[in-house]
């Protein structure tokens, strides 16, 4: 990280191009930051690859990387487009470089390592992460600190949001990521990929209670997930049942959402009681959810009461910027360039492992560090 000359540090508008490619959204966005901390995003262009995965039920890395490849440039251009500007009305670019699937972060890094090249624009290698904590400073110009639950197909962890580029993690999932829990669950009750969504539409025409599933670490005092022993549980109810009428699958999804909306709740009613013993008294009470499965509805009305119960307000994205997409690393890329800070094209790195809080112990019984935890 090096400081930037003129353009970063400067107190006029900042246009940033931002370049998403970390797992199966390619994905390209301009933002607009003026002078006083407001954002706008002036395009916001993805294109999902869930087609090319479907037939695999799941992300298969190569197959990622090469749809990268292939559409890439072509949504950078419609990016650009849509914001009716052109790179040299741009300021920098800003590129996820990590954490995330290799292949597809180096796609996306050489690409913006070029362009800054090429057309004199500083670069910013953002971490995803941070790209998704710091979305709410563009949707609803919230700035930190705050408490982020940050809950994907790959990530599930709860930080305190300090500052841009300060990061402090109070709790993690110790083996699945709890979208990963909706896709698997979704897979094994054959409904369809990315589960997630499937799972919430079956469970709208189920029942609760029907069946006993676990609360995961409920009561612990560290404020840590698991969903393994709960998708397991999931797996054993549907196997008693085999075969499985669509009632009884809907009635599952129900549980399981209850199951999941219960444990996370429980789990952030810990972290926020934690989080209001260091923040400063009044400041900072507020909630952010984002990622993927902050569009459940089940998961997001459970967790109101709980931010409302511990004193913080619930902040969610709207859908489209709470999944994967590039407006949320311009953003990213354009806070940390209105600070000054901007990186060397020449020495920048994809990383599959980028940890926000590199102080963070491992959780205990965490069997992947990096992207997961
Ligand atoms: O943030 P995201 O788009 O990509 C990353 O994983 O980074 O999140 C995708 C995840 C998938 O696991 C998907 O099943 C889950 O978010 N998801 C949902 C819902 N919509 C997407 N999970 C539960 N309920 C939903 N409505
Ligand atoms: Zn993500």
Same mark, same amino acid.
């Given at each position: 990280m090096r400081r930037a000359a003129a353009a970063g540090s400067g107190t006029g508008d900042l246009r940033v191009l931002g370049i998403e490619t970390s797992c199966d959204e390619t994905a390209a966005s301009v933002v607009l930051r003026r002078p006083d901390g407001v954002g706008e995003a002036l395009s916001n262009v993805v294109r999902s690859q869930w087609e090319e995965h479907r037939p695999f039920g799941g992300v298969v890395p190569e197959i990622a990387a090469r749809a990268h490849v292939e559409c890439l440039d072509g949504i950078i251009a419609k990016a650009l487009t849509d914001a009716s500007l052109s790179l040299s009305d741009l300021d920098a670019v800003a590129v996820t470089a990590g954490p995330g699937l290799i292949g597809g972060l180096l796609v996306g890094v050489t690409t913006a390592q070029t362009l800054a090249l090429v057309h004199g624009l500083a670069l910013i290698a953002v971490n995803h992460l941070e790209a998704h904590a710091l979305t709410v400073g563009l949707t609803e110009g919230l700035k930190p600190p705050y408490v982020l639950l940050l809950v994907s197909g790959g990530h599930t962890q709860i930080l305190v949001v300090e500052d841009v580029g300060r990061y402090r993690r109070l709790g993690s999932t110790i083996d699945d990521a709890l979208g990963e829990a909706f896709d698997k669950t979704a897979k094994l009750l054959g409904? %369809?990929?990315? %589960?997630g969504p499937a799972v919430e539409r079956a469970a709208s025409s189920g029942r609760e209670g029907r069946f006993s599933l676990p609360r995961p670490?409920? %009561?612990?005092?560290?404020p840590n997930f698991s969903f393994a022993g709960l998708k397991t549980a999931v797996r054993h109810q549907a196997q008693a049942l085999v075969p499985l009428h669509e009632q009884d699958i809907a009635d599952l999804c129900a549980d399981f959402q209850a199951a999941v909306a219960d444990a996370v709740a429980d789990r952030i009613a810990r972290a926020l009681a934690i989080a209001s013993e260091t923040l400063e008294p009044g400041k900072g009470r507020h909630l952010v959810v984002a990622g993927g499965? +902050? +569009?459940?509805k089940r998961l997001r009305d459970r967790l109101k009461a709980a931010a409302q119960t511990a004193g913080y307000t619930l902040h969610v994205p709207p859908p489209a910027l709470c999944t994967d997409n590039a407006a949320m690393v311009a953003w990213a890329g354009a806070e940390r360039l209105a600070r000054g800070l901007s990186d060397d094209p020449l020495t920048v790195t994809a990383r599959a492992r980028w940890p926000l809080d590199p102080d963070a112990l491992p959780v205990l019984g965490s069997g992947r560090q990096g992207a997961k935890a």
């Open positions: 409904l %369809g990929f990315p %589960g670490m409920q %009561g612990r005092p560290e499965v +902050a +569009a459940n």
